[in-house]
C-alpha cells in the first residue's frame, strides 16, 4: 500500500531576489504606494507597468485582493445596484461575492461536461435576464470556447469581465486570456500564479474604465503617479463622481511580485509538465473520466480535475477519504456541505434559489480536484497516480455494493 506524504498547500518559497528587494523596501520605510519621494516611481507602479506590458495592455491596476478587483472591475464598466450578471455556477465564492458586492444579482449559468460554462445555457439566460453583463470564471484554468463566448456577449449586448484568477499565463487559440473582455481580473493570493500572500489586480484597455478603477482602488487625487494609467484628462469629472472604495496594494507585496514575474512563463510550463504526468496517469485508471481540451486551449496545469461518472455518494465519500489517509488531498466540488474553500452553488442562499441547475448538479456529483504545487516533482505525481489507481481498486466493492442496492 503506497502513501504520498508532501503537502499539497506547500508552494515554493518566494526568490531570493524578491526577499532582498522587499529587504530594501522596508528599509525606506515608503510602504504606502503614493509614500514617493519627488518624482521616484513607486515599487507598485513598476509593477503594474511591467504586469501591463507581459498582459500586453495598456493599462494595469493592483489592489487588495482578486475577488476585490472584480468588485471594482464591475463598479468600473458601469454594473450597480440591482443589475443582472450572469456568471459560471462552477466556480469559487468570491465570484458572486463580489457580485453581490456590487449590489447587483448573480445570474448562474449551467456547467458543462468539460467544466466551462455552458454556452446554450449562457444565450438563454442572457435572453430571460436582461442582464448587461457576463462575469466569466475560467474556472480552475478551464478556458470555454472564447470565440463563441464573444459572440455570445455580442448577440446580447454583454459586457464582458473575465476572471482569470487561474488563467495568468494562458491563452485560447494564442491569445491571452484576459484580452478577450472590457476587464480582466487576476489574483496574487498565495494558491495562485504569482504569491504575495494577499492581493490582485485588474487590467483593460479602456482609458475610462481604468479610471473609475482607479478612483475606486483608493487612489484619492494622486491619480497622477500611476505608470499604467491614462492620461490626467481621463480623470477630470472621474475623480469627481467615483466612489472610493479603498482597497490598494502596497509596495511591500508589489516588490515580492516584481521579481515573480520574470519566473512565471517558466513556472507554467513547469505547471503543465507535472500536469501532464498526472493527466496521462490518471487517464489510464478505469473508473475515471478526463474531458479532453481543445487545441486551442493553452492552458497552466496549476490544478487537475477528472470525473467520477457513476460512482454513487458513498463510493465518492469513500474514494476521497482512502486518498486522505494515504496522503492524497483529494477536493470533491459535489458535496453538500462546503468544506474549506470549496462550495457548491446552492451553498450560496442569499442567491435567488428560485433556479435550479440540474446539469450542473450532474456534473459537480463526480467532480474531483486536486492542486499541483511546484514543490511536487515528476515522481511525486506519478507516486500520487499510482495512489489513486490503489484505492480505486479499493472502493470498487463500495461502488459495486450500492449499485447492486440501486
Ligand atoms: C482565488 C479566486 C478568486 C478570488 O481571489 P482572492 O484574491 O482570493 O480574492 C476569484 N475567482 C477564482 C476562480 C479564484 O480561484
New binding site residues.
Partial sequence: MKTFTKPFTQQEPIPEAAIARAVEVMRTGRLHRYNTLGDEPSETALLESELAAYLDVPYCLTCA??????HVALRSVGAGPGDAVLCNSF??S??PG?IDNAGCRPVLVETGPDYKIDIADLAAKAEASGAGFLLL????GHIADMDSIVAVCRDHNLVLIE?C??TLGARWNGRMSGSFGAVA?Y???T??HLNSG???FLATADAEIMARAVIHSGSYMLYGRHIAAPDESVFRDIRLETPNYSGRMDNLRAAILREQLHHLDDNCARWNRLHGVLEQGFRALPGIEIPARPQHEQYVGSSIQFSLPGFPEQAVRAFIGACAERGVEIKWFGDEEPRA?TSRFDSWRYIDPAVDLPATRRVLAGLCDMRVPLTFDEQDCRLIVDVVGEVLEEVRPIRQASEGAA
Fill in positions: 485582493s482578486g475577488g476585490y478587483a472584480l466556480t469559487l468570491p465570484v463580489a470564471s475560467h474556472m480552475r476572471d484568477a487561474h481580473c489574483s496574487t493570493q494558491y495562485k494577499e492581493g490582485g474553500f
